[in-house]
Protein backbone atom coordinates (compact mmCIF):
# COMPACT_ATOMS: atom_id res chain seq x y z
CA UNK A 1 0.00 0.00 0.00
CA UNK A 2 1.05 3.63 -0.90
CA UNK A 3 1.70 6.42 1.37
CA UNK A 4 -1.25 8.49 -0.73
CA UNK A 5 -3.50 5.37 -0.03
CA UNK A 6 -2.91 5.12 3.66
CA UNK A 7 -3.24 8.82 4.23
CA UNK A 8 -6.66 8.68 2.85
CA UNK A 9 -8.22 5.54 4.43
CA UNK A 10 -6.68 7.33 7.77
CA UNK A 11 -8.59 10.48 7.37
CA UNK A 12 -11.59 8.48 6.33
CA UNK A 13 -11.30 6.77 9.59
CA UNK A 14 -11.06 9.87 11.46
CA UNK A 15 -13.75 11.52 10.03
CA UNK A 16 -16.16 8.36 10.84
CA UNK A 17 -15.12 8.42 14.72
CA UNK A 18 -15.19 12.34 14.34
CA UNK A 19 -18.29 12.75 12.87
CA UNK A 20 -18.47 15.54 10.16
CA UNK A 21 -16.82 18.53 10.80
CA UNK A 22 -19.24 21.51 11.94
CA UNK A 23 -19.98 24.30 10.09
CA UNK A 24 -19.72 27.16 12.77
CA UNK A 25 -16.28 25.75 13.67
CA UNK A 26 -14.24 28.32 12.26
CA UNK A 27 -15.98 31.22 13.42
CA UNK A 28 -15.65 29.77 16.81
CA UNK A 29 -11.84 29.39 15.97
CA UNK A 30 -11.18 33.04 15.34
CA UNK A 31 -13.75 34.50 18.38
CA UNK A 32 -11.06 32.21 20.40
CA UNK A 33 -8.07 34.47 18.74
CA UNK A 34 -9.64 37.73 19.09
CA UNK A 35 -10.61 36.89 22.99
CA UNK A 36 -7.37 35.73 24.06
CA UNK A 37 -5.69 38.70 22.22
CA UNK A 38 -8.17 40.59 24.79
CA UNK A 39 -7.30 38.97 28.31
CA UNK A 40 -3.63 38.50 27.20
CA UNK A 41 -2.94 42.88 28.77
CA UNK A 42 -4.81 41.45 31.93
CA UNK A 43 -3.22 38.69 32.38
CA UNK A 44 0.42 39.82 31.52
CA UNK A 45 -0.27 42.81 34.32
CA UNK A 46 -1.26 39.72 36.91
CA UNK A 47 1.92 37.94 35.94
CA UNK A 48 3.82 40.96 36.77
CA UNK A 49 2.76 41.73 40.07
CA UNK A 50 2.72 37.85 41.13
CA UNK A 51 6.61 38.44 40.18
CA UNK A 52 6.74 42.02 42.38
CA UNK A 53 5.10 39.61 45.10
CA UNK A 54 7.73 37.54 44.87
CA UNK A 55 10.62 39.53 45.07
CA UNK A 56 9.20 41.31 47.91
CA UNK A 57 9.01 38.02 49.56
CA UNK A 58 12.25 36.70 48.78
CA UNK A 59 13.71 39.54 50.00
CA UNK A 60 11.97 39.84 53.29
CA UNK A 61 13.19 36.42 53.71
CA UNK A 62 16.73 37.14 52.96
CA UNK A 63 16.61 40.16 55.44
CA UNK A 64 14.89 38.29 58.53
CA UNK A 65 17.11 34.93 58.22
CA UNK A 66 20.55 36.90 59.04
CA UNK A 67 18.07 38.57 61.71
CA UNK A 68 16.32 35.71 63.03
CA UNK A 69 20.00 33.79 63.61
CA UNK A 70 22.25 36.90 65.45
CA UNK A 71 23.76 35.84 68.65
CA UNK A 72 21.90 37.06 71.50
CA UNK A 73 23.66 40.40 72.83
CA UNK A 74 25.24 39.28 76.27
CA UNK A 75 25.38 41.98 78.84
CA UNK A 76 29.08 43.06 79.95
CA UNK A 77 30.02 42.33 83.03
CA UNK A 78 30.62 45.22 84.73
CA UNK A 79 33.80 45.34 86.67
CA UNK A 80 33.51 45.64 90.90
CA UNK A 81 35.73 48.70 91.79
CA UNK A 82 38.87 47.67 93.52
CA UNK A 83 38.29 48.79 96.99
CA UNK A 84 41.42 50.71 97.89
CA UNK A 85 43.65 50.28 100.54
CA UNK A 86 42.02 52.07 103.38
CA UNK A 87 45.12 54.58 104.95
CA UNK A 88 46.57 53.62 108.31
CA UNK A 89 45.49 56.02 110.97
CA UNK A 90 47.29 59.12 112.07
CA UNK A 91 48.65 59.19 115.27
CA UNK A 92 46.58 61.67 117.15
CA UNK A 93 48.10 64.66 119.49
CA UNK A 94 47.66 62.40 122.64
CA UNK A 95 49.38 59.53 121.24
CA UNK A 96 52.57 58.66 122.79
CA UNK A 97 52.13 61.41 126.20
CA UNK A 98 54.53 61.57 129.09
CA UNK A 99 53.87 59.57 132.18
CA UNK A 100 52.12 60.98 135.14
CA UNK A 101 54.15 62.17 137.65
CA UNK A 102 53.27 62.56 141.80
CA UNK A 103 57.09 63.21 142.78
CA UNK A 104 57.56 66.88 143.55
CA UNK A 105 57.93 69.62 141.17
CA UNK A 106 58.26 69.29 137.41
CA UNK A 107 59.98 71.79 134.42
CA UNK A 108 59.43 72.09 130.32
CA UNK A 109 61.62 73.78 128.12
CA UNK A 110 60.25 75.27 125.55
CA UNK A 111 61.60 76.08 121.51
CA UNK A 112 61.03 79.99 122.01
CA UNK A 113 61.95 81.57 118.81
CA UNK A 114 60.17 84.87 119.73
CA UNK A 115 61.07 87.06 122.27
CA UNK A 116 57.28 87.04 124.56
CA UNK A 117 54.83 83.97 123.20
CA UNK A 118 51.65 85.62 123.83
CA UNK A 119 49.00 83.89 125.37
CA UNK A 120 45.74 83.90 123.13
CA UNK A 121 43.38 81.42 124.48
CA UNK A 122 42.97 79.24 127.63
CA UNK A 123 40.68 76.42 128.20
CA UNK A 124 39.64 73.86 130.42
CA UNK A 125 38.02 70.12 129.75
CA UNK A 126 36.93 66.74 131.31
CA UNK A 127 38.94 63.24 130.20
CA UNK A 128 38.51 60.18 131.60
CA UNK A 129 40.96 59.61 134.05
CA UNK A 130 41.99 63.49 133.90
CA UNK A 131 41.03 66.88 134.21
CA UNK A 132 42.81 69.23 131.50
CA UNK A 133 44.10 73.07 130.65
CA UNK A 134 45.47 74.42 127.92
CA UNK A 135 47.10 77.42 127.76
CA UNK A 136 47.49 78.29 123.89
CA UNK A 137 50.20 80.94 122.42
CA UNK A 138 49.40 83.16 119.46
CA UNK A 139 53.47 83.20 118.51
CA UNK A 140 55.51 80.22 119.46
CA UNK A 141 56.14 78.70 123.11
CA UNK A 142 57.46 80.29 125.88
CA UNK A 143 61.08 79.68 126.77
CA UNK A 144 60.61 77.68 130.15
CA UNK A 145 57.59 76.52 132.67
CA UNK A 146 57.90 75.78 136.07
CA UNK A 147 55.47 73.12 137.89
CA UNK A 148 55.26 73.10 141.41
CA UNK A 149 52.83 71.43 143.25
CA UNK A 150 51.90 72.14 147.07
CA UNK A 151 49.94 70.73 150.02
CA UNK A 152 46.92 73.46 149.83
CA UNK A 153 45.16 75.24 147.90
CA UNK A 154 46.32 79.22 148.59
CA UNK A 155 48.51 80.88 146.61
CA UNK A 156 50.14 84.82 146.41
CA UNK A 157 48.79 86.81 144.09
CA UNK A 158 51.84 88.78 142.03
CA UNK A 159 53.72 91.58 142.92
CA UNK A 160 50.91 92.82 145.60
CA UNK A 161 51.66 90.14 147.80
CA UNK A 162 47.61 88.98 148.42
CA UNK A 163 47.18 85.57 149.53
CA UNK A 164 44.18 84.02 147.22
CA UNK A 165 42.35 80.57 147.99
CA UNK A 166 41.15 78.69 145.73
CA UNK A 167 39.08 75.54 145.82
CA UNK A 168 40.21 71.99 147.07
CA UNK A 169 42.33 70.67 149.70
CA UNK A 170 45.78 71.26 147.15
CA UNK A 171 47.17 72.92 144.40
CA UNK A 172 49.65 73.56 141.69
CA UNK A 173 51.99 76.57 140.78
CA UNK A 174 52.40 77.08 136.84
CA UNK A 175 54.38 79.68 136.36
CA UNK A 176 55.61 80.57 132.80
CA UNK A 177 58.91 82.49 131.67
CA UNK A 178 58.92 84.69 128.69
CA UNK A 179 55.04 84.82 128.16
CA UNK A 180 52.57 87.78 128.10
CA UNK A 181 49.08 87.29 128.59
CA UNK A 182 47.56 90.69 128.44
CA UNK A 183 48.41 91.72 124.68
CA UNK A 184 46.45 89.12 122.58
CA UNK A 185 44.18 87.49 125.69
CA UNK A 186 41.05 88.93 126.75
CA UNK A 187 39.25 85.62 128.41
CA UNK A 188 38.15 84.84 131.84
CA UNK A 189 41.11 84.87 134.46
CA UNK A 190 39.16 82.41 137.10
CA UNK A 191 37.81 78.96 135.87
CA UNK A 192 35.78 77.20 138.66
CA UNK A 193 35.70 73.87 136.51
CA UNK A 194 33.55 71.06 138.66
CA UNK A 195 35.52 68.72 137.95
CA UNK A 196 36.66 66.02 140.13
CA UNK A 197 40.57 66.74 140.37
CA UNK A 198 40.89 70.52 138.79
CA UNK A 199 38.35 72.10 140.71
CA UNK A 200 39.49 75.78 140.25
CA UNK A 201 42.58 77.24 137.97
CA UNK A 202 42.96 81.40 138.67
CA UNK A 203 45.44 83.88 137.32
CA UNK A 204 48.34 84.42 139.43
CA UNK A 205 50.78 86.61 137.85
CA UNK A 206 51.01 88.82 134.38
CA UNK A 207 54.19 90.86 134.55
CA UNK A 208 57.66 91.40 133.10
CA UNK A 209 57.67 88.31 130.82
CA UNK A 210 56.36 86.08 133.37
CA UNK A 211 52.74 84.48 133.68
CA UNK A 212 51.17 82.58 137.00
CA UNK A 213 48.48 80.03 137.38
CA UNK A 214 47.13 78.33 140.67
CA UNK A 215 45.42 75.33 140.32
CA UNK A 216 42.87 74.51 142.83
CA UNK A 217 43.12 70.35 143.12
CA UNK A 218 40.81 67.83 145.00
CA UNK A 219 43.93 65.94 146.10
CA UNK A 220 47.68 65.97 146.09
CA UNK A 221 48.88 66.24 142.63
CA UNK A 222 49.66 63.50 140.25
CA UNK A 223 50.32 65.35 136.79
CA UNK A 224 51.55 65.70 133.50
CA UNK A 225 52.80 68.11 131.53
CA UNK A 226 53.41 68.95 127.89
CA UNK A 227 53.55 71.22 124.82
CA UNK A 228 51.86 70.73 121.43
CA UNK A 229 51.74 72.79 118.37
CA UNK A 230 50.23 74.16 115.67
CA UNK A 231 48.96 75.89 117.59
CA UNK A 232 51.93 76.27 120.10
CA UNK A 233 50.22 74.93 123.32
CA UNK A 234 50.83 74.23 127.18
CA UNK A 235 48.66 71.20 127.66
CA UNK A 236 48.74 70.34 131.74
CA UNK A 237 46.81 67.10 133.22
CA UNK A 238 45.78 66.31 136.63
CA UNK A 239 44.73 62.93 137.28
CA UNK A 240 41.73 61.67 138.49
CA UNK A 241 40.30 58.28 139.81
CA UNK A 242 37.35 58.32 137.42
Not at 17 to 40: A, K, N, Q
Not at 138 to 147: F, I, M, W
Not at 180 to 208: C, I, N, V, W
Amino acid sequence: MSKDSFRRELNDAFDRISGSPSSDLPDRVRSSLVDGRERRGPVWVAGLAAALIAVLVVGTLIVIGPLSHRQPVVPGVTASPTPSASPSPSPSPTDNLPAFTCAGQGALSGTQTVQTAYVDAIRTGRNAGYDRIVIEFKNGEPVSVDLKPQSNAKFTQGASGQSVQLLGSNGLLVVIHGSDEHTSYSGPYDFKTGYTGLLEARQMEDFEGTVQWGLGLSAPACYRAFFLTNPSRLVIDIQTTS
